[in-house]
């Protein structure tokens, strides 16, 4: 079974050797001694959100502090490929669905987007609400996966704003169910140079506008399909995702 794996301050682990005595203070402290119960002789992860992952045996565990005698220092490479998921608010919590099994499957960042059919908005100070709790989706996701790195999410976006930032990325594919490509055509060893960087769009319920469409298409993006269903909202995402990780050979 995996370590169960906690979030440490990243200035501290940066300086942590093997063999060195690592103390685990704060908020996660206080889960790992007082709800889990961590007793001495336990081994745990500790991870720093950006790819450092420290491996030690529980040697003190009360109140707000663990320490811990390290036995492994991991520092995971950034993968070749960065994998962005651009996912259209929706209701009932589908957006949320979307970034928490986008996470588990290892996206590297996640941007919210306000699309011309999305029926939940984010105006004014619940943006930043928004994407706060978007953020501790992803800190649990990651923490329930193991997963060394936690993803970035980004500020909500509008389409226009959107539309910019994709011509930043290697490849921009969009899901659309009326796309004559398969997004298999444009990834994968058939493809040429594999990207650096792929952003997927998921629109929300109504789908992608037409407007839409036409303009993140007119800055490069390649409208794909994933197969003849139709996908939620919270769905389509993390299955692309995953087609993507098998193709570029993160799996």
Not at 211 to 217: G, I, Q, S, T
């Amino acid at each position: 079974m995996s370590n169960a794996l906690y979030f440490g301050d990243p200035e501290t682990l940066a300086a942590v050797l093997p063999g060195a005595s690592f103390t685990l203070t704060g908020a996660e402290a206080r889960h790992a001694a007082t709800v889990k119960r961590l007793a001495a002789g336990e081994t745990i992860d500790v991870a720093d959100g950006r790819g450092r992952r420290i491996v030690g045996v529980v040697t003190a565990s009360a109140g707000q502090e663990v320490t811990l005698e390290v036995r492994t220092v991991i520092d995971e490479p950034a993968p070749a490929c960065r994998l962005i998921l651009v996912q259209a608010l929706a209701k009932g919590d589908r957006d949320e669905l979307a970034v928490e099994a986008a996470t588990e499957l290892g996206v590297d960042a996640v941007i919210p987007w306000q699309a011309d059919r999305s029926i939940v908005r984010w105006r004014a100070d619940k943006a930043l609400k928004g994407q706060r709790k978007w953020e501790s989706t992803v800190w649990g996701a990651a923490k329930q996966s193991r997963r060394a790195t936690l993803p970035e999410v980004l500020p909500l976006h509008d389409s226009g704003s959107l539309a910019a930032r994709l011509t930043g990325v290697d490849l921009a594919l969009v899901l659309h169910e009326d796309a004559e490509t398969g997004l298999g055509a444009l990834v994968g060893p058939q493809a040429g140079t594999p990207p650096t960087s792929i952003a997927v769009v998921v629109g929300p319920e109504g789908g992608i506008s037409g407007r839409e469409l036409e303009l993140f298409v007119s800055k490069g993006a390649h409208p794909v399909r994933l197969g003849d269903q139709v996908l939620r909202s919270s769905t389509a995402g993390p299955a692309a995702l995953s087609v993507l990780s098998q193709l570029l050979g993160r799996w």
